[in-house]
């Protein structure tokens, strides 16, 4: 698949480089299950996110694997990512953020945070919070989220001083807490309707799937 440009890079100019970090090494404790290769619409749940990814046209795509890692790399087209394993994903998704981070291009920018498990965010939210973290008159933000009608949720962007903040997170919710920790670098960027829905459960599942047929 060819490549596009990078959506920080204005054409000639070097610019930021951006990476998207998909994070789906979790190991389906609640589900029972492996939950990246649950069937979803022409695929398995982790193929949607990989391909809001591959629009983002990110500069780099880093894939978190760990729990039924064999699994996903037999079922999941994962042409075009980086896929790195992390044999600690039982310690929270925090690990698997450090395992990413840790093979970022040097001239990495920004960073955006996508959840394996979440097939309902777009492209254009990635590119919303990514826009802005670019620098205004007024302030330059460090982090920036979606605000959802219900609520903030993922995409979230990180500018690259940001990064060494992420890589020395610990445990499972451990971003909610550097937002909290940094409010004054947070920007929220409006995004219309619900959070979307990530999986859990097998409760949680059936939603996503009756969402996915109210959509047609």
């Known amino acids: 698949m060819p490549l596009r ?3 920080l890079r204005a054409e000639g100019s070097p ?12 190991g389906s404790r609640r589900l029972g299950r492996p939950k990246q290769v649950l069937p979803y619409g022409g695929g398995v749940l982790l193929d949607a996110v990989l391909a809001t990814a591959r629009d983002c046209a990110f ?11 064999a699994e996903v790399e037999r079922t999941v087209d ?4 980086d896929v790195v394993l992390n044999p600690d994903f039982g310690e929270g998704c925090a690990s698997s953020i450090a395992t990413a981070l840790a093979v970022l291009h040097p001239d990495t920018g920004a ?11 777009r492209a254009a939210s990635v590119r919303a919070v990514l826009g802005a973290l670019q ?4 302030r330059a933000a460090g982090i920036a989220v979606c605000r959802y009608d219900g609520g903030v949720g993922h995409p979230m962007a990180f500018a690259r001083r940001l990064l060494p903040d992420l890589a020395a997170l610990h445990g499972d919710k451990a971003v909610w807490k550097l937002l ?4 004054d670098d947070v920007v929220e960027v409006r995004t219309p309707g619900p ?3 990530d999986v859990d459960t097998e409760d949680d599942y059936r939603r996503l799937l009756a969402g996915l047929l109210g959509a047609l």
């Open 135 to 138: 620098p205004t008159p007024v």
């Open 59 to 69: 500069g780099q795509t880093v894939l978190a694997l760990g729990g039924a890692a």
């Open 78 to 81: 994962t042409s075009g990512c």
């Open 5 to 7: 440009p990078d959506p």
């Open 195 to 197: 959070v979307p829905p």
């Open 180 to 183: 909290a920790q940094r409010e």
């Open 15 to 26: 610019g930021p480089r951006t990476a998207g970090i998909i994070l789906a090494a979790g």
């Open 111 to 121: 960073v955006v945070l996508l959840l394996g498990d979440q097939p309902g965010v």
